[in-house]
């Protein structure tokens, strides 16, 4: 450094508003670009020369690269005012693509500069103002800045049972104020665990009696009852009877499927007009079928390990309310499909009147030629179509596998008991 101080010398310019030029070789000069000196109080100083000034980063300077120079101090303050942006393209277009100092810096430069702040812990104080031997490394800071950092090492040096973190007061104010607006993410477990303590003491209470009950009774060598039950009375009533699932059809002469030819189509898997099948029975000596109709049909089962467990189902077919009622008083409880013709009469003495709710409580399925066109009164009535062709007899087959594979899903899912039926 020259013996006239430039960081100085830059401040005391600055605060008294004295103008500050620049020269060159040849004398002054107009841009800072082309200057090779600053001309502070009648004093030319190199621009290039190191101040007092620690670069950012830092902390024991050991050469003249660890201090700003003249030129980017003084354009830390000419560019104040100039966006972070700016006054980095400012830097480079002076000369200054790196050395330049940093915008977070730029704020501490001016106000010392300027006067507004009266120590920075980053100027190294001059020779005269210090009590250190020369040759001396020189100090970052005064003694009230170093007194907290010795007490931290002090304490970080101690035994690990006398550290203690003592939280920094506008720290614990900034915590507090996030906090507040903090917003708890909650996912699916949370939820549904709910912010109310759940307490089942009384759950305890009730079954503590009983469970001393079982306990005295297994010592006596008594068979303790079963303190809950698998299967409700309404369950317990239907296994006690014959429990077979009844399919309701249409009672109407014209309709596909009738009580003559039902059981050869849904059991042997061929369709015959109705016509012929009452003709043939006539000619066996039937002359009216019978009103509740027994079919028995082979369902297979395969299960995880590919054993094949055949069982037989029976279902009951009938026509009418009146066949229905037959098989007691929850008979509609049984009931698991109806078969119709797309007439709205034919729901009349149901026990749901009404398409729309009869095909929510059963399995609809709607029988029409399969050269059929459309019928728009069933859109809305929730059935499934079941198209039988006129002429291909070995189509039959395939027909009625779908409809008992579609019948058995609805009854798995809607009133499984039945399926063991």
Known sequence: MSSTDALLSLRQAIKAKEPITYADGNGSCSTLLNATHLVISCVSLPKSSPTRYLKTGVTNATSPSDFFSLEAVYLAWLLRDAGGAEYMKQARENGLAVGFVSVTERKNVVDWLEGRSHENARIVPLPSDSTTPPGSPPRLANAATLAPRKAHAELMNSSPSKRRYVADAHDVEVVKKIRQSEVELRDRNSVLRGTKPNNFSSIRTVYAEKLKKMKEASK??????????????????????????????????????????????????????????????????????????????????????????????????????????????????????????????????????????????????????????????????????????????????????????????????????????
Not at 243 to 271: C, D, G, W
Not at 376 to 385: L, S, T, Y
Not at 395 to 418: C, E, M, Q, R, Y
């Open 220 to 421: 006596n060598g008594n068979v303790a009852p079963s303190v809950m039950s698998t299967t409700d009375a309404k369950m317990q009533a239907r296994k006690a009877r014959n429990n077979y699932p009844i399919i309701m059809i249409s009672s109407s002469p014209t309709a596909l499927i009738t009580m003559h030819n039902v059981k050869r189509f849904l059991q042997e898997s061929t369709f015959e007009p109705s016509q012929d099948a009452r003709a043939r029975a006539a000619a066996e000596g039937n002359t009216r079928p019978e009103d509740m109709i027994p079919i028995y049909r082979k369902r297979t089962h395969i299960d995880s390990s590919g054993k094949e467990t055949e069982t037989h189902a029976r279902y009951y077919i009938v026509d009418s309310v009146e066949a229905l009622s037959k098989f007691g008083a929850d008979a509609w409880d049984r009931v698991v499909c109806v078969m119709t013709t797309g007439q709205a009469w034919q729901f009349r003495p149901y026990k749901w009147n009404e398409p729309i709710q009869l095909f929510h409580h059963v399995k609809g399925i709607y029988v029409s030629w399969a050269n059929d066109p459309p019928n728009a009164k069933i859109k809305d009535w929730n059935v499934m179509e079941l198209k039988i062709d006129p002429h291909r007899r070995h189509v039959d087959k395939s027909v009625v596998a779908h409809f008992w594979k579609t019948l058995d899903t609805w009854i798995a899912a809607n009133k499984p008991w039945l399926m063991t039926a």
